[in-house]
């Protein structure tokens, strides 16, 4: 199976914007998403998006500042983040649905609990 590969985290200071992208999604892939883990607490849905659109969810943390998109020619998922917080520090890992797996995300809960695959992570630190 394909691996999921994140790209794009480093070091950036308040204010200030990342991409992220994550290649391995195929073309049968139904639903995508980012999650994030910070030093001492648990892991956290970003976002989480259908392959059709119909549906997209973000956390009211980013809610507005954070934006998923994919490009399925390129079976590639990004995760653009604008206005950057301390906050938001955390190893991002792209997730998403295995591959032909036919996915309802009408509910939050059920869209990110198919994103069973993962990627390895990448680190973003925000510090001024």
């Known amino acids: 199976q394909v691996q999921l590969v994140e790209s794009g985290g480093g070091l950036v200071q308040p204010g200030g914007s990342l991409r992220l992208s994550c290649e391995g999604t195929t073309s049968d892939t139904y639903a995508i998403g980012w999650f994030r883990q910070a030093p001492g607490t648990g892991r956290e849905g970003v976002s989480c998006?259908?392959?059709?659109?119909?549906?997209?969810y973000y956390a009211d943390s980013v809610k507005g500042r954070f934006t998923i998109s994919r490009d399925n020619a390129k079976n590639t998922v990004f995760l653009q983040m604008n206005n950057l917080a301390l906050e938001d520090t955390a190893i991002y890992y792209c997730?998403?649905?295995?591959?032909?797996?036919?996915?309802?995300?009408?509910?939050?809960?059920?869209?990110?609990?198919?994103?069973?695959?993962r990627g390895q992570g990448t680190q973003v630190t925000v510090s001024s």
């Open positions: 998006k259908s392959r059709s659109d119909a549906t997209t």
């Open positions: 997730a998403a649905s295995p591959p032909g797996a036919v996915v309802v995300t009408l509910k939050e809960d059920a869209c990110y609990n198919a994103l069973i695959r």
